[in-house]
């Protein structure tokens, strides 16, 4: 495999929930990763990560976790993921096949029978760890081309971006964490400190019990709206889908007018860098975004 020597690559791992309700998240992070300098290598042969499985029959979501590592360690490289939970069960699962040479042996007989092996060498990222650590605050101020200072934005940490925090080197901090709150004010936006901020978005438990999930996340667009932002910046697909999805739907069902945006990370530094809407996939947010734009002067 050929890549350019001048870029990190990574080999790009969606997940599930990406190509199906947030293609705007992946549009947004590969010409973001570009301007940034970083490759982003399609993996044809990814399944899913494991995580839906992982509660039930944690040596079968192994074998998925394995199973991909192996395709990603025999192109040479290290994996990036933009969804939350896909990075925390591939991130914990490959600390354990990395580490345990008995638990690599056995998931490797298994994998064997479909001709796959792996030896323990890949590490995980989250696409927003990535540009933390390998690209750098400096280097990212240096492609913004747009002062966003007019922009009040809510950031949205959510769970799995920070949790379990050993298995990340604790790379910021669960209880006062920072690294998403920096790089929104590299574009010149606010981050603010509002109320709940560190709370869950109540997707956990939106499979079996919808009006609690849906209660959680409507708790956060209160405290979002009482802070006066002008929008919401998260980094996980499933977070989206209750903020933005289900928006309209939270107002309906229990009152609230909401109207809120809400950008993933690189939709947002995308802006910034002078990227237009359609670009960034904004034109598929289902919160509209148009108005947005037109007031910091971004076209389609």
């Not at 495999?1 to 690559?9: C, G, L």
Request: proline residues 3%; charged residues 25%; neutral net charge.
């Amino acid at each position: 495999m050929t890549t350019d020597a001048n870029k990190k690559a990574y080999a790009l791992f969606l997940g599930c929930t990406i190509p199906a309700r947030a293609r705007n998240y992946e549009i947004s992070a590969r010409i973001v990763a570009v301007k940034a300098g970083l490759e982003l290598v399609d993996e044809p042969n990814f399944v899913c990560c494991g995580f839906p499985l992982k509660a039930m029959d944690h040596k079968a979501s192994l074998l998925l976790t394995g199973r991909n590592l192996s395709y990603a360690e025999e192109r040479g490289l290290d994996i990036i993921s933009l969804c939350s939970s896909c990075t925390s069960a591939l991130t914990e699962d490959a600390l354990l096949l990395n580490t345990d040479a008995d638990l690599r042996h056995e998931i490797n007989q298994e994998l064997k029978k479909i001709g796959r092996e792996y030896r323990g060498t890949v590490s995980v990222k989250h696409f927003a760890r990535v540009l933390w650590e390998d690209v750098g605050l400096e280097r990212l101020k240096n492609i913004m081309a747009l002062n966003l200072n007019m922009l009040k934005v809510a950031v949205h940490y959510g769970c799995h971006y920070l949790k379990p925090s050993k298995i990340y080197e604790n790379f910021d901090q669960v209880e006062n964490p920072a690294t998403l709150d920096r790089m929104v004010e590299i574009t010149g936006a606010t981050s603010l400190d509002y109320r709940g901020k560190k709370k869950c978005c109540g997707g956990p438990v939106v499979a079996s019990d919808e009006e609690t999930a849906l209660m959680v996340t409507r708790s956060k667009l209160e405290a979002i709206k009482e802070a006066d932002a002008d929008l919401i910046c998260l980094v996980c697909p499933f977070c989206a889908v209750m903020f933005d999805s289900n928006q309209k739907g939270i107002g309906e069902r229990f009152g609230g007018d909401y109207d809120i945006p809400v950008l993933y990370l690189p939709q947002l530094l995308g802006l910034s860098m002078g990227l237009s809407r359609k670009q960034l996939g904004l034109n598929l947010n289902v919160v509209k975004t148009k108005d947005l734009c037109e007031r910091i002067g971004v076209g389609e």
